[in-house]
């Protein structure tokens, strides 16, 4: 069993940085891949970026590429998506996922998560 608990999220101004954190409870997180999605006021929950359990590998939306990092650090349990140059578009709950099985392709879907965290809200003001 896995538990996640999204923090970071709060009001920014366009332009500005966030630093999102996914802390897990369970001794086997370090065997998950980990995710992050967003869902946004009317639209679909979205992919958002994905890391391997190892962090050596990671995946990107390409709305978010080149402006967002994942990363981890597996002795604090925890998982980070640091966001630079927020766009108004990126305001949403942002929810972190664990994956125990999944490649590249279906870690940007929610099939493949067993366990979702309650979500954090980013709000970005133009």
């Known amino acids: 069993q896995v538990q996640l608990v999204e923090s970071g999220g709060e009001l920014v101004q366009a332009g500005g940085s966030l630093r999102l954190s996914c802390a897990a409870s369970?001794?086997?997180?370090?065997?998950?891949?980990v995710g992050w999605f967003r869902q946004a006021p009317g639209k679909e929950r979205e992919f958002v970026a994905a890391?391997?359990?190892?962090?050596?590998?990671?995946y990107y939306a390409d709305s978010v590429k080149g402006r967002f990092t994942i990363s981890r650090d597996n002795a604090k349990n925890t998982v980070y998506v640091q966001m630079n140059s927020l766009k108004s578009e990126d305001a949403a709950v942002y929810y972190c996922?664990?994956?125990?099985?999944?490649?590249?392709?279906?870690?940007?879907?929610?099939?493949?998560?067993?366990?979702w965290g309650q979500g954090t809200v980013v709000t970005v003001s133009s």
């Open positions: 996922a664990a994956a125990l099985m999944g490649n590249g392709v279906q870690l940007s879907t929610a099939a493949p998560y067993d366990y």
């Open positions: 369970g001794r086997t997180f370090s065997t998950y891949a």
């Open positions: 890391v391997s359990w190892s962090g050596s590998r990671t």
